[in-house]
């Protein structure tokens, strides 16, 4: 599986759009782009996570990461993640650091 | 900034080496690559065997240099390594010599003692490749967490009532309505339940890694598989049971158990692990190679001169606890359960084999013991002892406890379920077993708090079985019945097993709220058995550790079925936190500092004032002075417990108390539902304030507070 995702970052909001697999891998270029965004105004930053198959220990890492390093005030936001993913954010308990939802609204 | 000693020094076989770092043992993610390390005091070389992960052979091997190693330690660090889809192991060189107590084979794969995420046993109950050669494999594991400001509650020990639970069976029966059942992330589920009924630590068995299909056999009676379910076998010290987890499948254990615990935190619960270090699971001499007897045999067993396993803890092997070495990897462990999970203290199992020497012999002052007790990571973790082993030791009342360790008191359960059968001669045990057994643990700096109080655990009958069967009923085990405790000081009320019979269940309800209060009222700290609040029953099986279906799982129907039993359990927990007088720490002592005219405890029969302590008694009563809780800190109501274990009434005369005072019913367990127990600011007010009735076989506690 091959990670694409992309960083957008517009009017205080970052989108990340995620797609096949998110692990140790592939988890760093993402760490990365988010470093880039530090020191930046920035107050939410979405997940669409529609076309995301898995996501490991080192991606679970990576979503706690952003908001450590952006700012513990943001608000996270984690869209249309599938079933299989979903558990395994419930299960290790990073559920409770985002808001899930199927839609965003800008 | 990046480190000056983070670069490749060799190749070899195109893996980038460097010399690794001794500190910590096991294997760590360092940036660019992994430090491995290992100790033997008695190999001569080492291998490091990585596999990716679930296939069946290795992709490289990779020797340790002898530069690399330093003292007794094989250290390397391995770059670019895929640290999320390999599992690494060893092989270790050596003299295959049983006199010397050495049985190094250069050719098994061994895990790592450290091992912190084991793989080969990821889902609970998947039947495993047998011919794998490596069955039990070390992985790497981030072991950062994010707790959100989360640390060890430090309940005062005197305040915990402690919830014995095991992980599968507590939500594993369909009726328990979790989304995923037997696992970490079920307990988290039943978080609302647990608060609810009022426990503020619960007490895990054993969640480190071990094989569930150790010993696994067909059972005679159903042919189901009898697996090893409660777990008391350790394969690996350091990594919770993949098995336990709903992440299991993703090797995500770690962070699930972690989530859990940082859950139950939030929600004002500790928790305790039960812990395992009287023996692993590679058995007696005929058993597999896991880790410890082919990394250094003759450091982690005690051996007998020909180099055979002693056998104290009756599972095969006994690890050397008091073996220096041994006992740095024990110290290793629970730090790092203890900083890494926030664990809140820890039970350990046939503690009595921690005070065995090298050769087997018990030590007055077992050097582990200490160091645990004064070990500063440790600190504020509980530590508790079940104080006796498979091998003749038994130390309740004489654990080394340093002033820091407490104690299963097996005499507390064993003089209480006698009292409650109604037999005689034990007024004067009952008296100290009420007082936090200060016949015991008088000299104890941590007093009363040496006392951990169960009449069940997961060691014999429930509660509800207690009451239920006079004798084991453990066909099921495939043992003919041999198996398990015959001395269960059970009583059946008249019946053996389940009946219609409406007077004996009505008795058996009463003595099972006998036993809850008792076990509430006493000084000490409580322990209660998961499912006892609910009534459950394991059908008169009092050793159901191979039981992994109905028989062990709690039937969470039971909750609606025995309502009655749960009302009672929470309303008895709550009396229990409001009532400091109830909790004090210290024992008795014969003054009256506070000037109130009044003892601490005064002990009372059917007459007030004058107990009947003769060998024939059946009746005893209690009263704690509210002035006298938290040691004259605090100021508590008159609590007055009459025990009535005779088949007749009896009528209590009840002390006199202050005149601003009247005495109000909390519990009755001769009486039916609602009136059998009163929330606080509703407790019933008597009458007659001079005597009580109290009922055949019944319990009564009152109160003496200011008018209403």
């Known amino acids: 599986m091959e990670t694409n995702f992309s960083v957008n970052y517009k009017n205080k909001v970052v989108k ?43 991606g679970l890492r990576v979503i706690i990461f952003s908001k450590q390093k952006i700012g513990t005030d943001i608000k996270l936001y984690m869209v249309g993640a599938t079933a299989d993913v979903l558990d395994v954010i419930r299960m290790s308990g990073i559920d409770n650091i985002m808001e899930i939802t199927d839609i965003y609204e800008e | 900034m990046e480190r000056i000693d983070t670069y490749p020094t060799q190749k070899y076989k195109g ?75 060893y092989h270790m060189d050596g003299p295959f010599d049983l006199q010397q107590g050495h049985r190094f084979d250069k050719h098994k794969v061994l895990m790592d003692p450290y091992a912190k995420v084991i793989g080969g046993r990821d889902v609970w109950g998947e039947e495993p490749d047998w011919d794998d050669i490596y069955q039990h494999r070390a992985r790497i594991v981030f072991d950062d967490f994010d707790w959100q400001g989360d640390k060890p509650l430090e309940v005062p020990m005197e305040d915990l009532i402690i ?113 395992v270090f009287n023996h692993t699971a590679e058995g007696n001499e005929d058993g597999p190679y896991i880790s410890y007897r082919g990394v250094d045999n003759k450091t982690y067993y005690i051996l007998t001169p020909d180099g055979y396993f002693y056998n104290f803890s009756g599972c095969g092997n006994t690890l050397n606890c008091n073996n220096p070495i041994v006992r740095g990897m024990i110290l290793d462990c629970l730090r790092y359960w203890a900083s890494a999970y926030h664990i809140d203290g820890f039970r ?169 209060s008792i076990l509430l009222v006493s000084r000490g700290v409580p322990m209660l058995l998961s499912g006892d609040e609910m009534g459950n029953t394991q059908f008169g099986n009092n050793n159901a550790y191979c039981q992994d279906n109905e028989i062990s799982w709690l039937d969470w129907d039971n909750q609606k079925k025995n309502k009655e039993i749960f009302n009672f359990v929470k309303g008895m927990i709550a009396f229990r936190k409001s009532h400091s007088v109830l909790r004090n720490k210290t024992y008795f002592q014969d003054r009256d500092p506070e000037d109130c005219g009044y003892p601490e405890i005064s002990w009372h029969g059917i007459k007030a004032w004058d107990a009947d302590w003769s060998d024939s008694s059946r009746t005893i009563a209690f009263m704690f002075c509210g002035k006298k809780a938290k040691q004259g800190k605090s100021n508590d109501d008159f609590i007055y417990t009459a025990i009535n274990m005779d088949w007749n009434m009896h009528s209590f005369e009840l002390p006199a108390i202050p005149e601003q005072l009247k005495w109000y019913v909390v519990v009755n367990t001769d009486v039916e539902p609602p009136e059998d127990i009163w929330c606080a600011g509703e407790e019933k007010a008597i009458e007659n304030q001079f005597e009580v009735l109290v009922g055949p076989r019944s319990v009564m506690v009152l109160i003496g507070k200011k008018l209403k």
């Open chain 2, 163 to 275: 919830y014995e639970m095991h992980v599968r069976g507590f939500t594993c029966h369909r009726s328990s309505g979790v989304k995923h059942p037997g696992t970490f992330a079920g307990i988290r589920e039943k978080i609302p339940y647990l608060k609810k009924l009022g426990v503020n630590c619960i007490e895990i068995m054993p969640v480190h890694e071990f094989d569930e299909f150790e010993n696994s056999r067909p059972s005679p009676v159903s042919g189901e598989k009898l697996m090893n379910y409660w777990g008391y076998s350790n394969v690996g010290f350091f990594a919770p049971k993949a098995g336990y987890a709903a992440t299991g499948r993703f090797g995500m254990q770690v962070d699930e158990l972690k989530a859990t615990i940082k859950d139950l935190h939030r929600n004002g619960i500790e928790v305790i692990l039960d812990v």
């Open chain 2, 348 to 516: 350990f199992d046939l503690a009595s084999i921690l005070g065995r020497d090298q050769n087997g012999a018990p030590m007055n002052s077992p050097p582990l013991i200490e160091s645990l007790a004064f070990d500063p990571i440790l600190g504020k973790c509980k530590l508790i002892a079940e104080a006796w082993d498979a091998g003749g030791l038994y130390q309740v009342g004489s654990f080394p406890g340093w002033g820091r360790w407490a104690e299963w008191n097996g005499k507390y359960r064993d003089d209480i379920r006698k009292f409650l059968k109604g037999e005689v001669g034990l007024l004067g045990a009952m008296g100290q077993r009420i007082q936090g057994s200060p016949d015991l643990y008088r000299w104890h700096e941590s007093g009363a708090c040496t006392s951990v109080n169960f009449i069940t655990c997961h060691d014999g009958f429930t509660l509800k079985d207690l009451v239920s069967y006079n004798g084991k009923h453990n066909e099921a085990n495939g043992e003919d019945n041999r198996d398990g405790n015959n001395d269960n000081d059970s009583w059946n009320c008249g019946w053996e097993g389940e009946t219609e019979d409406v007077e004996i269940n009505r008795l058996r309800r009463k003595q099972m709220k006998n036993a809850i």
């Open chain 1, 16 to 58: 990340v759009t995620l797609a096949g697999s998110l692990d140790a891998k592939r988890a760093p270029a993402l760490a990365d782009e988010i470093k880039k965004l530090i020191g930046k105004d920035i107050e939410k930053i979405v997940f669409f996570a529609k076309d995301l198959e898995y996501i490991s220990s080192a």
């Open chain 2, 15 to 89: 893996f980038n080496l460097r010399p690794g770092r001794p500190i910590p043992f096991g294997a760590t993610i360092i940036p660019g690559g992994i430090n491995f390390s290992i100790f033997s005091s008695h190999a001569t070389g080492c291998e490091l065997v990585l596999f990716k992960k679930r296939e069946p052979r290795p992709f490289a091997t990779i020797p340790f240099p002898d530069a690399f190693r330093i003292g007794n330690v094989f250290t390397m660090i391995v770059f670019d390594l895929d640290y999320e889809n390999i599992e690494y192991g």
